[in-house]
C-alpha cells in the first residue's frame, strides 16, 4: 500500500467514523486530532480496531500514544512503519 493509498484509508475511516467530531477530508494532516476533540480514547480504541481488521496491523497497548494517534500524520506514519516490519 502506498503512502498516498494508506492516507485515503485513513482519512476515509476518520471522515466516516468521526466526521460528527469534525474529521473532514481536507482537515490538515498536522491537525491534533486528541487536542481538538476529535478522537478520545474510545475513539483511539476504534482505530485500533480498525487497524488490525482491516489493514492487518497488530497494535501494541504501549503503541497507543500520542506520537502514534495524535495527528492524521502520526496515523500514517506508524501504518507505514508497521506494514514495513
Do not use: C, H
Not at 482519512?11 to 466516516?16: D, G, K, M, T
Not at 486528541?34 to 492487518?56: N, R
Not at 497488530?58 to 512503519?81: H, K
Request: hydrophobic fraction near 40%; charge should be negative.
Amino acid at each position: 500500500m502506498s503512502t498516498a493509498s494508506t492516507e485515503t484509508t485513513i482519512r476515509n475511516f476518520l471522515v466516516s467514523s468521526f466526521g460528527y467530531r469534525g474529521a473532514t477530508a481536507d482537515l490538515g494532516a498536522e491537525v491534533p486530532l486528541l487536542d481538538q476533540g476529535i478522537l478520545d480514547s474510545t475513539a483511539v480504541l476504534e482505530i485500533v480496531q480498525f487497524f488490525e481488521s482491516d489493514l492487518g496491523i497488530q497494535v501494541d497497548d504501549e503503541e497507543m500514544v500520542p506520537e502514534n494517534f495524535g495527528s492524521i500524520a502520526r496515523l500514517i506514519s506508524y501504518v507505514e512503519r508497521k506494514k514495513s516490519n
